[in-house]
């Protein structure tokens, strides 16, 4: 989940520490689907991750902490970037930037491009949100992301267009 905060992470935390003051709290980031294997692996005993759109994990029970909206993210010189919302289809001719394949987001994405009925045309793929950011920002392409992105990263020159119909991330 790129910003915990979002469902309280610290206060989690906190408030299970104070429950069970005798473990010892190892905390580990990586991308969904890497926590998920370990998790399966049994490496790990929890993760806090977006649930994949794209990938099954029968052994594992997911809980929902929380939901956030994706949205487009373009240069602010994008023709539809001045759009209050913007339909998925209309996309269908961009230039697309993609979080990795080990991202939950990955399959949303590949997702709403099946519901809209083309296939994106990906120019690249970027693990590095900042670098995702910046790439957008120079008119390379356009990206799907996480509304929740938008408080954690600078977006000067970068505009985030909402869907017409929402793509939720769980």
Known sequence: ?????????????????????????????????????????????????????????????????????????????????????????????????????NQALQGYFLQACKEANFVPNVIGCVESTPIMISLIRTGLGICISPAEEMDYFSMQGVAAVRLSKPIYKR
């Open 1 to 101: 989940i790129t910003a915990l905060e979002t469902i309280h992470f610290s206060r989690l935390i906190s408030d299970f520490y104070s429950i069970y003051p005798q473990l010892t709290l190892n905390i580990y980031t990586g991308k969904s689907i890497s926590l998920l294997e370990s998790l399966e692996k049994r490496e790990i005993d929890v993760a806090f991750v977006a649930q994949p759109a794209n990938y099954s994990f029968p052994n594992i029970s997911f809980k929902p902490m929380g939901i956030d909206e994706y949205v487009i993210l373009m240069s602010h010189s994008h023709p539809l970037a001045a759009k209050g919302a913007i339909d998925f289809p209309e996309l269908k001719n961009e230039r697309f930037i993609v979080h990795g394949p």
